[in-house]
């Protein structure tokens, strides 16, 4: 069993590194009715409707395989290839729990990066037992619409701070945006929207290179670790992204956990020769 595992991951491997187009792969085994026997999230996705006003390309299967063959003209740039062809493979399958279609006939699929994520797990676990690939891969499901979202609207430098933060590769995400985007029928890809991303992308890394608040500091200032620690610590990365110094933002966290009651006995500690933030 465990050499055919293998042998699946090293053909399909084959197809998503070498191929021009990956699709020609996964169609074959469709053709032949064994998609579902390999990959039974995958062909979970034949036949299940997209809305055509975004997706005029057809079903969940249809645009995947698009997808893929778009991303297969982007594995050069990626960061990890493998992973990378893989979230684009797997970004959709929550559409397979999440696609309603409601008595107007309009399909939606609201939640599909999250409910996606078991299906993504399942899917990658038959193939691999590669913990991080697949952790990549469903960092990448979970991020992959936000991408193109904020670079329509422009957002603030903020918003887009807040994404690459969460993203465990972020380069790998904007091709997987840009793969996503592409593989519709309808307009070419915006490419000022990619180049929008890795100018943010830029901002972000700038960004981290200036000093932040850390567990450290808070302790300094006189907040004894518990139950809500992350939380203030979540809350100051916050204040950094808004753009807000370290001092002032070890102040805000301060005085927010105050104000929450957090200075009841054992939750809050004066540091020797006083309160920091009141120098």
Not at 18 to 31: D, E, N
Not at 78 to 93: E, K, N, Q, V
Request: proline share 5%; hydrophobic share 40%.
């Amino acid at each position: 069993m465990r050499v055919a595992v293998e042998r699946v991951l090293e053909e399909l491997s084959k197809a998503l590194l070498k191929a021009p187009k990956p699709s020609v792969f996964f169609r074959a085994l469709a053709a032949m009715d064994h998609l579902k026997e390999y990959f039974p999230e995958v062909a979970a996705c034949v036949g299940v409707p997209q809305n055509p006003v975004y997706h005029p390309e057809g079903d969940v299967f249809e645009h995947t395989m698009r997808v893929v063959d778009c991303a297969a003209g982007l594995r050069d740039r990626a960061r990890w290839p493998l992973g990378f062809m893989l979230s684009a493979l797997t970004h959709d399958l929550g559409k397979v729990v999440a696609t309603t279609v409601q008595p107007d006939g309009k399909i939606n699929s609201y939640g599909h990066e999250v409910q996606g994520l078991p299906l993504c797990e399942r899917q990658l676990r038959r193939l691999t037992g590669q913990t991080k690939l697949i952790e990549y891969a469903k960092n990448m499901m979970w991020l992959h619409m936000r991408p193109n979202m904020l670079a329509r609207c422009r957002s603030k430098k903020k918003k887009t701070r807040q994404l690459f933060d969460l993203s465990l590769c972020p380069e790998d995400l904007i091709l997987l945006s840009r793969a996503d985007a592409s593989g519709k029928d309808g307009e070419a890809y915006d490419e000022a929207n990619e180049a929008f991303l890795f100018q943010r992308l830029e901002d972000y890394r700038q960004v981290m290179t200036r000093p932040m608040v850390t567990g450290a500091d808070l302790i300094a200032a006189g907040l004894k670790p518990g139950p809500d620690f992350s939380q203030y610590l979540a809350r100051a990365r916050q204040l950094h992204f808004s753009g807000m110094d370290r001092e002032h933002a070890l102040k805000q966290v301060l005085a927010e956990a105050r104000g929450a009651g957090k200075e009841r006995r054992g939750d809050f500690r004066a540091p020797e020769g006083g309160d920091r933030e009141q120098e």
